[in-house]
């Protein structure tokens, strides 16, 4: 699941004219036991960029066809790109920068109800998630009017944004 999901985003990347190597080079995973990350209540998945890894509970892999770790590599896409890739999002669907509130319709979780990088993520796992025919990632919060599709076609224009200089 992992070189599965590692190869649909570096060749995404590479679709929208980014190397993605260089995107998410030096990051690596590390592979925690149990069903949550100690020390980071309720979560399954989380990046340290200052440590360059991203760190995955074994639920990671069991929740939702493995989105968790799709929605880290948001963040580092997101990080490397000194959060273009959120700006650009988050301008173009018309969210309330000012006050961190993401549009209508284009959150998935209650993370990123609230936290414009949180549904950046969530959008750039659903873009590389959707490789699944039918696939929708439905959290306990997720709203009924949410637009899948729009929140792909939007990250893929942000992904565009970041390839232009």
């Not at 995973?29 to 100690?38: D, K, Q, V």
């Not at 799709?70 to 959120?86: C, I, K, P, Y």
């Not at 792909?152 to 944004?161: F, G, N």
Request: proline letters at 3%; aromatic letters at 12%.
């Amino acid at each position: 699941m992992l070189h599965r999901i590692i190869s649909y985003t570096l060749a995404g990347l590479v679709e929208h004219q980014l190397d993605g190597r260089a995107w998410v080079q030096g990051y690596r995973f590390r592979r925690l036991p149990g069903e949550y990350i100690r020390g980071q209540a309720g979560c399954i998945s989380v990046v340290n960029h200052e440590h360059q890894e991203i760190l995955v509970a074994d639920a990671a892999f069991k929740r939702l066809h493995g989105f968790y770790i799709a929605h880290e590599f948001g963040h580092v896409v997101d990080f490397r790109s000194q959060h273009a890739l959120t700006l650009s999002f988050h301008t173009s669907i018309g969210s309330d920068l000012e006050n961190g509130i993401p549009a209508a319709g284009y959150w998935l979780s209650h993370n990123g109800e609230s936290n414009l990088g949180e549904a950046t993520a969530d959008a750039f796992g659903l873009w590389i998630m959707m490789t699944y025919e039918d696939y929708r990632p439905i959290f306990a919060g997720t709203p009924l009017d949410t637009r899948f599709t729009d929140i792909v076609d939007e990250i893929e224009e942000s992904l565009d944004s970041l390839a232009t200089p």
